[in-house]
């Protein structure tokens, strides 16, 4: 199963954690495969109708949430972009220590899962 995934996370400090969620979809026995449509580098003019092209497109947005999250502009636009188009999306603990933080865009009621691989096969599967 194929899912159109757009990953939502912040540039500057937490790239590393997208490259192991990409790369945890390469496992094998995975039972998901999804196509990354995330943001490579940081955009310039138009950035944020790309933006919202790349979530449309997607079938979920998955957001990683660090220890600056909230201070990330990008993530609070992404996020901000994925409910005003209605998109599902989850939050994920990008660290085990406990520190990570929301957007500031997400709703009170949106709960930062735990990264582990039944929560991600749960989440993708829309499981919540």
Known sequence: MAIRLFISYDFDHDSMLKDFLVGQSKN?????????????????????????????????????CGKHTSSATGVAIEVAIAQELNKP???????????NVKPKTARSG????EWTWDNLTSLLAGDR
């Open 110 to 113: 949106d709960k930062i899962y």
């Open 28 to 64: 094998a026995g995975s039972p998901f495969d999804f196509a990354d449509a995330s943001v490579r580098a940081h955009l310039v003019g138009d950035w944020k109708d790309k933006v919202k092209g790349r979530i449309n497109r997607s079938d979920q947005v998955a957001v990683i």
């Open 89 to 99: 999306y989850f939050l994920l603990a990008g660290y085990k220590d406990g520190e």
